[in-house]
């Protein structure tokens, strides 16, 4: 599993895991075992069987790029899950303008002052035309209200997962 730009909180349960192969990278973190830019994933073809990516894609330059290296070193029938902020009312449309450049002026277009674009209702539909097969699972619906409290979950949240 290809954890990009690991968080702490899921380190230690994944590294835990006896039958998994877990592998952190990042651009910058330190927690990261391996230094890496997403655009160019230093992994051969068909090499991962999952990639764990929160809260990235609205950071990188070039999300399909990103997105199509990806979709390279998974194996075929490899999964990934790659969550992005949304924030509501959605565009219809991701927005993107590569001339906004000024931290203040990046928080007002995107929700923050490091976002380079902000994902609306086609999210799952770029996921796609990256040749994903793209699953919504809405898990959430699954849970009582009493679970949906207890894990401070969000009503709306919609975990994307993309198949190779």
């Known amino acids: 599993m290809l954890h990009v730009a690991p968080e702490l909180c899921f380190m230690g349960r994944f590294e ?7 592998i952190t990278a990042d651009i910058e973190s330190p ?18 069987d999952i990639i764990f990516c929160n809260h990235v894609l609205e950071h990188v330059d070039d999300d399909l790029q990103a997105l ?7 194996k ?3 999964w990934a899950i790659l969550q992005v902020p ?5 565009p219809k449309t991701t927005y993107e303008d590569k001339s906004i450049i000024d931290p203040k002026e990046r ?15 086609d999210y799952a539909e770029r996921l796609a035309s990256s040749g994903f097969k793209v699953v919504e ?8 209200n009493e679970e949906i409290t207890r894990f401070a979950l969000p009503q709306n949240e ?7």
């Open 16 to 22: 835990a895991l006896e039958n998994l192969e877990y």
């Open 76 to 78: 075929p029938e490899g």
């Open 31 to 48: 927690l990261a075992k391996v230094k890496m830019d997403i655009h160019e994933i230093p992994f051969e073809d068909n090499s991962i």
């Open 137 to 144: 699972e809405r898990i959430i619906e699954e849970l009582s």
């Open 107 to 121: 928080e007002k277009a995107f929700g923050q002052d490091d976002h380079v674009r902000m994902y609306g209702e």
């Open 86 to 90: 949304f924030f509501y009312p959605l």
């Open 158 to 164: 919609v975990i994307y997962k993309v198949v190779k």
């Open 68 to 74: 199509s290296e990806m979709r390279r070193v998974l």
